[in-house]
């Protein structure tokens, strides 16, 4: 499944190579620096190489992860938060000072993955006694654009900081989902694929449950239709070899 997003970032860094490696100049005494980052994106480190006075590229990687978990009225849920980036970006200083215009493309490996076990299980406002499994993700290869400021650039070595913010083009939410309910004397299997497609078992009683299925997904996407967009803002330290 990742084999063509990973690809795809692996030819975007071949060919920032290629820019590079042939006698790049430099912004500073150094073009070479290490950094490590916190911000919406999480944790993370990256590396980066002044191509020219007006030109850098980086690489980067951002981690983090949170889970709850909750129990009410003898319902139990559980919220599982993953946010993953693994990217390369371009940067034009066009004044060849510490501001920087960014673009690039990044790996989206964000996602929120979601478990209930209810006695009141509301799907498109039916009720039904069971538990489901859900995961809402994102397009798996993202472009980013976004702005910039690291100071010092063209003092040589040395530490410094930087700033990064933008906007990652992530794509609306992709939302799954499996689980087993029961009502009416039957107990339904069901699976509800991204394109907000529903199976349920073979000798499911419960004539209505594919509809509400497919219902229920159809109203969750046109309300997470805005999160197409993900805004990033970026604080760092870096260090100039």
């Keep these: 499944m990742l084999r063509r997003p ?41 590396a980066g190489y002044d191509i020219s006075p007006a030109f850098s590229a980086r ?35 066009p004044f060849e000072n510490g501001f920087r215009v960014t673009a690039g493309g990044l790996f989206n490996g964000n996602k929120v993955t979601m478990a209930s076990s209810a006695e009141d299980l509301d799907l498109a406002g039916a009720s039904y006694r069971g538990n ?29 900081f930087f700033a990064d913010a933008g906007v990652i083009f992530q794509g609306s939410p992709k939302i799954s989902a499996s ?21 349920v078992g073979a000798g499911c009683g419960l004539a209505d449950l594919r509809a509400d299925l497919e219902s229920e997904h159809a109203d969750l996407e046109d309300q997470l239709s805005a999160f ?14």
């Excluded at 920032?16 to 430099?26: E, Q, T």
């Excluded at 709850?68 to 200083?93: F, K, P």
């Excluded at 309910?181 to 199976?199: H, I, K, N, P, W």
């Design 6 to 46: 990973l690809a795809a970032l692996a030819a975007c860094a071949l060919l920032l190579s290629a820019a590079i490696l042939p006698g790049a100049a430099k912004a500073g005494d150094s073009p070479i620096f290490a950094a490590a980052h916190g911000g919406t994106l999480g944790a993370g480190l990256m």
């Design 179 to 199: 689980g087993r309910v029961e009502g009416q004397g039957s107990t339904c299997g069901f699976d509800l694929s991204e394109g907000g497609r529903a199976t």
């Design 59 to 93: 690489a980067m990687a951002s981690y983090f992860a949170f889970g709850t978990d909750e129990s009410t009225a003898g319902n139990d849920y559980s919220i599982d938060l993953q946010l993953l980036s693994l990217g390369v970006m371009g940067d034009w200083h």
């Design 228 to 241: 197409n967009l993900y805004p990033v803002l970026m604080l760092g330290v870096a260090y100039r070899f």
């Design 132 to 160: 489901m499994e859900a995961e809402l993700g994102f397009n798996a290869v993202a472009p980013y654009v976004g702005i910039g400021w690291t100071s010092g650039r063209a003092d040589g070595r040395g530490l410094s």
